[in-house]
């Protein structure tokens, strides 16, 4: 895992991308089902691809559907990079206007997937999509 904490280290396309991006609420690549209570998402990111820059609002947990290597910068400045296990399963909270900016890049071989499920129900509004 990386972790360099340092907005002013990043390309200008990137910090750019993070201040346009804080009313995106497309947290995936595809959204397959909205309901009162829920969005879910489908993401899927071919080698080298990035799901750009979103901000999560509502209570969430995402799911692995295939194993990988993928990189995020974060709103705070910090880069992560993290390895996926099939499976690996992570649950997220916001309280009233909690938020989280982030990115999403497949720097792994093989093609990454996750399932995102957002609660509607949560105590901040949906974003617009």
């Known amino acids: 895992m990386h972790d360099d904490s340092s907005l002013s280290a990043w390309p200008l396309s990137l910090r750019s991308e993070l201040v346009q991006a804080r009313q995106n609420g497309h947290v995936g690549n595809t959204l397959v089902s909205e ?3 829920y969005r879910i998402w489908l993401i899927a990111l071919s080698p ?4 750009p820059f979103h901000t999560h609002v509502l209570n969430y947990f995402w799911v692995a559907t295939s194993a990988g ?4 910068h974060y709103g705070d400045g910090s880069i992560v990079e993290a390895r996926y296990g ?7 909270t916001f309280g009233t206007s909690q938020f989280m900016t982030h990115d999403l890049e497949n720097i792994g071989d093989t093609v990454l997937t996750f399932t995102t499920v957002e ?3 949560s105590p901040n509004a949906p974003l617009s999509l």
């Open 48 to 51: 080298r691809e990035r799901l």
């Open 119 to 121: 609660d509607k129900r």
């Open 35 to 37: 309901t009162d209570q």
């Open 86 to 92: 099939l499976g690996q399963t992570q649950h997220l």
């Open 69 to 72: 290597l993928a990189r995020s």
